[in-house]
């Protein structure tokens, strides 16, 4: 069981900043991965950043050079700052954490929403 507490969502214009925020906490001493996935109306799932247990990153193509992700999984936080954003960012973000015998495990998400 991970408890996640996620903040940071919520309107901006296009063009604007949001900085993500994670941090969670269960009976795994360290996670192997914690990052966001993110999920717009109609449309699958998809990883948008993660910062692995060794300091590798990883951020989707289409985000990157506006999104950066960081973090320390020793203490489980992470951080996505997003910059320029577009209305195509618009989506629920999850945090997750990545297991070793559970795969992924979600956050409730919090809601990003972009105006143009």
């Known amino acids: 069981q991970v408890h996640f507490v996620e903040s940071g969502g919520g309107l901006v214009q296009a063009g604007g900043s949001l900085r993500l925020s994670c941090t969670a906490s269960?009976?795994?001493?360290?996670?192997?991965?914690m990052g966001w996935y993110r999920q717009a109306p109609g449309q699958q799932r998809e990883l948008v950043a993660l910062?692995?247990?060794?300091?590798?990153?990883y951020v989707l193509d289409s985000v990157k050079g506006r999104f950066t992700i960081s973090g320390d999984i020793s203490k489980n936080t992470v951080l996505l700052q997003m910059n320029n954003l577009n209305p195509e960012d618009a989506a629920v973000y999850y945090c997750?954490?990545?297991?070793?015998?559970?795969?992924?495990?979600w956050g409730r998400g919090t809601q990003v929403t972009v105006y143009s």
């Open positions: 997750f954490v990545r297991t070793e015998y559970s795969g992924d495990l």
């Open positions: 269960g009976s795994v001493a360290v996670y192997e991965a």
């Open positions: 910062i692995n247990q060794f300091g590798t990153t």
